[in-house]
């Protein structure tokens, strides 16, 4: 077979993705198969894209781990732009002074976790597009994963370390467009504050200092607009302006070991009101150390606070039309 006819066959099993409604990965792999890169280049990139499609046969559900090593696929092209994958976790390591553990690293969100914590989370976000924003963005892994697999994300991320940065954009040069949008910030997270008008952020703050921590719960708090989600890794915000929707634990991370994972919820001042007034006790009060018993009545914490996969304390919403086919095809529903 020759070169031509071997490339027309990608671009047609690329536009048969695109008919499984997948249409930003597909669109990706588009660009690369009408480049000038070797074949064995794009038939490991459609192998890699082909393992999302087929996951969602296994077991009549999804298989986060193969859905995962698509993304990994993607990931390892887009960072080849920037001299290499390896060489871009190289200088990530160098820029951020802390030790990386495998290619996915130093803090980084591994896109097995990043596939069950976006799931989480997205659904509770009720517009048909979803504005979403990672801090401390580092190279811009988890903004790339949150663009790949929902096509109406707007994703951001904020990052202050400028040859994190510099990486990120060499990235998003090769990512292109006509996917979810992709828009990088190099900024203070405690002066610079766009983030604070998303629907859906991400805080993995395990590489972060107290005064850090304590600096951006005290935005959150008061300058995170009501309703936005809110996901946190290790600990739980620390404040009844939020509360928490769902709380799981990853087993593996790339930095090593479990991760505890938080989705919470902003409240509006009258929930908040609501919230300290009456001193309605939820099972994750404890995670929140928040110490809130009734008048006269001694609050003894739910049982479920021992579960690491408890129900959330608030009914998850009905999903939207908009969401329903990124649902189905990670959910596995009909």
């Not at 401390?136 to 790339?144: A, K, M, Y």
Request: charged fraction near 20%.
């Amino acid at each position: 077979m020759t070169e031509r006819a071997s490339r027309r066959r990608v671009v047609r099993a690329c536009l048969e993705l695109s008919r499984r409604q997948w249409r930003a990965y597909a669109s990706l792999l588009k660009d690369v198969c009408l480049s000038v890169e070797p074949l064995d280049v794009l038939a490991s990139r459609l192998a890699g894209c082909q393992l999302l499609v087929d996951a969602r046969d296994v077991d009549g559900s999804v298989a986060d781990s193969l859905c995962a090593r698509g993304l990994t696929s993607a990931l390892t092209w887009l960072y080849e732009g920037t001299g290499g994958f390896e060489a871009a976790a190289t200088s990530a390591r160098r820029a951020a002074g802390s030790k990386v553990v495998g290619s996915h690293s130093y803090g980084e969100i591994g896109p097995e976790c990043f596939l069950r914590t976006f799931r989480e989370a997205r659904r509770f976000v009720t517009s048909p597009r979803v504005s979403f924003c990672d801090l401390g963005s580092g190279r811009g892994q988890t903004v790339f994963m949150a663009a790949l697999v929902d096509e109406t994300c707007d994703a951001s991320g904020v990052e202050v370390v400028a040859g994190l940065h510099e990486i990120a954009l060499a990235a998003k040069a090769r990512f292109g467009s006509g996917r979810g949008t992709v828009t990088f910030h190099h900024a203070d997270l405690e002066e610079d504050t766009p983030w604070t008008a998303a629907d859906l952020v991400f805080l993995n703050w395990i590489c972060f200092d107290k005064h850090l921590v304590d600096a951006l719960t005290s935005i959150a708090a008061h300058a995170l607009r009501p309703g936005a989600i809110l996901v946190t890794f290790t600990t739980a915000i620390q404040s009844s302006h939020f509360v928490v929707l769902r709380k799981f634990l990853h087993p593996t991370m790339p930095w090593g070991g479990p991760c505890t994972v938080f989705v919470h919820k902003k409240l509006d001042a009258l929930a908040h009101h609501h919230r300290i007034t009456f001193a309605d006790p939820t099972p994750f009060d404890d995670d929140q150390a928040l110490a809130l018993p009734r008048p006269g009545e001694p609050y003894e914490p739910s049982d479920t606070m021992d579960s690491l996969d408890v129900q959330p304390a608030i009914p998850t919403p009905p999903l939207t039309p908009h969401q329903r086919n990124f649902s189905d095809f990670f959910c596995g529903n009909n």
